[in-house]
């Protein structure tokens, strides 16, 4: 039986148009919340409609991430398991549908799990996954929020000026994930944005803004991140406030800020990402499946 489960609403599926699978799992690459807050973000902009899920059973010890009891519209109590949903979100004429996957880290069988994003992308006809993350950085709160963007796909990280990634080391399931999807021919980007290690961790949709701007370059999708200017300025003014009470913090911002004007590697800025990124996936050459075909008669694959 597989962990990937799909609803009444998969008929929509194979009507998706050219569509990019987006992931952000709530977990260690999710520092403040900014990269799961992107893709529940877009969930909510563009009226996703869930399509599946993964089964949480095999994936999580319920101890440390505990399911939640509460009461639904009706009044029905029911339980709340951690969540990794599959929704679909139809854009505008001429932009790439989304699928999107706002989750949760999971603790064991990283393997599984992984094959199993990896089925719902063959199984959407996702043409592209990006995966999105933000860390703790020495991205001082002053400044727009870094940004950096990687592949292993050499063709895809030329031309859209990513890195292609060096480390070697232990790692978390984004890893796992990429390599899975390396393994399986299908392309890969990271983004992720760096917020200010010396904050609490509590929302920041400056990171936030920062991450649908930088996918919208990408992707040429429209994610309204102007629509988080006023969020993002309020977020700006608290934190300044509480900034400015603390003579070393303030110290130290000011060195964070005069060492990034001396070593800022970000993304290429410019609007022709989002071309680059069409011309080489037209070069894959992808063989779309015909519509109307129902996922569950496509044949497996191993």
């Known amino acids: 039986m597989s962990d990937l489960r799909w609803t009444a609403a998969e008929h929509l ?7 990019i699978l987006v992931v952000a799992f709530r977990g260690l690459f999710d520092a403040a919340g900014s990269a799961t807050s992107a893709v529940q973000w877009l969930v909510e902009h563009l009226d996703a409609l869930e399509v599946g899920e993964v089964d949480p059973e095999s994936f999580y010890d319920f101890t440390q991430e505990r399911p939640i009891i509460e009461f639904d ?9 951690p969540s990794n949903r599959v929704l679909v979100a139809r854009t ?21 799990f992984t094959e199993a994003l990896r089925e719902t992308a063959t199984i ?17 709160h002053t400044r727009p929020p870094a940004v950096t963007g990687s592949s292993t796909n050499h063709d895809l990280a030329n031309r859209l000026g990513l890195d ?12 796992v994930l990429h390599d899975t999807l390396d393994t399986a021919g299908v392309p ?21 803004r920062a991450l649908l701007r930088r996918f919208e370059q990408v992707s040429g999708v429209n994610t309204a991140f102007a629509d988080l200017d006023e969020s993002a300025t309020e977020w700006q003014i608290r934190v300044d406030e509480a900034v400015a009470g603390d003579i070393e913090v303030t110290a ?29 996936l037209r070069s894959q050459d992808p063989s779309p499946t015909p519509e109307g075909q129902h996922p569950a008669d496509r044949p497996d694959e191993d």
């Open 13 to 19: 599926v194979p009507k998706l148009d050219r569509p």
């Open 73 to 81: 519209a009706e009044g029905v109590r029911r339980i709340r398991w």
């Open 92 to 112: 505008p004429d001429g932009e790439r549908d989304l699928v999107l996957m706002p989750g949760v880290e999971p603790h064991l069988r990283w393997r599984t």
């Open 124 to 140: 959407t006809g996702s043409q592209l996954v990006v995966t999105l993350g933000s860390m703790s950085g020495m991205s001082p």
């Open 164 to 175: 292609q990634p060096s480390y070697q080391g232990p790692t978390g399931v984004v890893g």
């Open 188 to 208: 890969v980007i990271s983004l992720r944005v760096s917020v200010p290690y010396y904050l609490p961790e509590s929302p920041n949709p400056k990171a936030t």
């Open 252 to 280: 130290h911002v000011r060195r964070l800020e005069s060492q990034l004007d001396q070593s800022e590697t970000l993304m290429p800025r410019g609007d022709d990402l989002a071309a680059e990124l069409e011309a080489f």
